[in-house]
């Protein structure tokens, strides 16, 4: 599925301006993305979709790991980071009860859909060569996991919130584009 909006270019800018920062953010990105992974897990142990989430989990720990030796090895140390509202908006947005779960593997799938595009940015427009090689490795996956998430959305219930989760998560990152962190 199409993001509602598009990342301008001149974001790469922005995000390499603090390139410590950058990677910082990406370090907790990946360990978000494994942990949420790792919530659908335990929302439904018993389902079909556990073999796939659980190797899900393990590769988003794998890029966790990849974005921590490369910020070491820019000398600087995993820190606490101040959240940012992005993914909280979208998780306020999901329904709950009987639906919550489709709507939270489409917010997944969304976030998953941004940092996609925003690695690809950083892999064809960032001058700094560890972050083009961490970004070159980190995007298809990131890729792929869209699409697996969006499958899992299909497999739980009727995706008819998707537009109105992209509309706002469109919303959403339009208003964070002066910040250089991956979302907002």
């Not at 993001?3 to 910082?24: E, S």
């Not at 897990?41 to 974005?67: K, N, V, Y």
């Not at 947005?93 to 969304?110: E, N, Q, S």
């Amino acid at each position: 599925f199409p993001l509602a909006v598009a990342t301008p270019v001149t974001w790469v800018r922005r995000a390499m301006a603090d390139p410590d920062a950058l990677v910082l953010d990406l370090v907790h990105n990946e360990k978000k993305a494994a942990g949420a992974v790792l919530a659908f897990l335990f929302r439904d142990p018993g389902s079909e979709a556990a073999a796939i989430l659980s190797r899900l989990a393990r590769e988003e720990l794998t890029h966790f790991e990849w974005c921590l030796r490369e910020l070491h090895r820019r000398g600087q140390r995993f820190v606490p980071q101040i959240p940012s509202a992005y993914a909280g908006q979208l998780a306020k947005a999901c329904r709950r009860g009987t639906d919550a779960i489709v709507d939270t593997y489409l917010v997944a799938a969304i976030i998953e859909a941004r940092s996609g595009e925003r690695l690809a940015l950083l892999r064809d427009h960032a001058e700094d060569a560890g972050i083009q090689a961490l970004a070159a490795a980190l995007h298809p996956p990131e890729e792929r996991h869209v699409e697996i998430l969006f499958e899992l959305a299909e497999r739980a219930g009727k995706l008819d919130r998707l537009g109105e989760l992209l509309g706002l998560e469109g919303e959403l990152i339009v208003a964070t584009f002066e910040t250089g962190r991956v979302h907002g």
